[in-house]
Antibody
Framework: EVQLVESGGGLVQPGGSLRLSCAASGFTFSSYSMNWVRQAPGKGLEWVSYISSSSSTIYYADSVKGRFTISRDNAKNSLYLQMNSLRDEDTAVYYC?????????????WGLGTLVTVSS | EIVLTQSPGTLSLSPGERATLSCRASQSVSSSYLAWYQQKPGQAPRLLIYGASSRATGIPDRFSGSGSGTDFTLTISRLEPEDFAVYYCQQYGSSLPFGQGTRLEIK
């Protein structure tokens, strides 16, 4: 069974940093690209970042470019999102999602999400 | 950048009725790259449809997708109580991949 479990969310002050993790199991993690997607309270889905299976290709949404860094450790079956210079508007539930290029979907499987609150 | 616009914003229907949700792209999108998701309150999105018309694993056949070019449709043939949720369309390979969503509520 495919499982994605996010962790690392919490309350942080504006300008602060946070590192999110996503633990993957039930599939060959190293064979799949991964995405981070976020959802602000009461709002829709916003794609944040993409990383290919070998980490050779990385993309970011303009809203986080230069502040967030996506990475992965295939030996640990883990995905990460380092978030720096956090702003109020980064407050959201952050989901990791398994990219499926053959189905052309950002997420054929999703984690339950972790809440990041940026507030003073 | 191609933008996806979903309509209506909110759809109010009763169980047993047919639901038709629209997703319009600002430019032509390959059908292969169009997907639909369902999201219930407090839950992660769930993949329903990929390639515009293929159902994901375990998705009931009352859900169907169609369309091409700039106009795509998600149809729920007979609404069940568990179908009332928010639905998003998605285009693959874009930095703005999601539509804004359609809320399907019980009338």
């Amino acid at each position: 069974e495919v499982q994605l479990v996010e962790s690392g969310g919490g309350l942080v002050q504006p300008g602060g940093s946070l590192r999110l993790s996503c633990a993957a199991s039930g599939f060959t993690f190293s064979s799949y690209s991964m995405n981070w997607v976020r959802q602000a309270p009461g709002k829709g889905l916003e794609w944040v970042s993409y990383i290919s299976s070998s980490s050779s290709t990385i993309y970011y949404a303009d809203s986080v470019k230069g502040r967030f860094t996506i990475s992965r450790d295939n030996a640990k079956n883990s995905l990460y999102l380092q978030m720096n210079s956090l702003r109020d508007e980064d407050t959201a539930v952050y989901y990791c999602a398994r990219d499926h290029v053959e189905m052309a979907t950002i997420g054929d499987y999703w984690g339950l999400g972790t809440l990041v609150t940026v507030s003073s | 950048e191609i933008v996806l616009t979903q309509s209506p914003g909110t759809l109010s229907l009763s169980p047993g009725e047919r639901a038709t949700l629209s997703c319009r792209a600002s430019q032509s999108v390959s059908s292969s790259y169009l997907a639909w998701y369902q999201q219930k309150p407090g839950q992660a999105p769930r993949l329903l449809i990929y390639g515009a018309s293929s159902r994901a694993t375990g998705i009931p056949d009352r859900f169907s997708g169609s369309g091409s070019g700039t106009d795509f449709t998600l149809t729920i043939s007979r609404l069940e109580p568990e179908d009332f949720a928010v639905y998003y369309c998605q285009q693959y390979g874009s930095s703005l991949p999601f539509g804004q969503g359609t809320r399907l509520e019980i009338k």
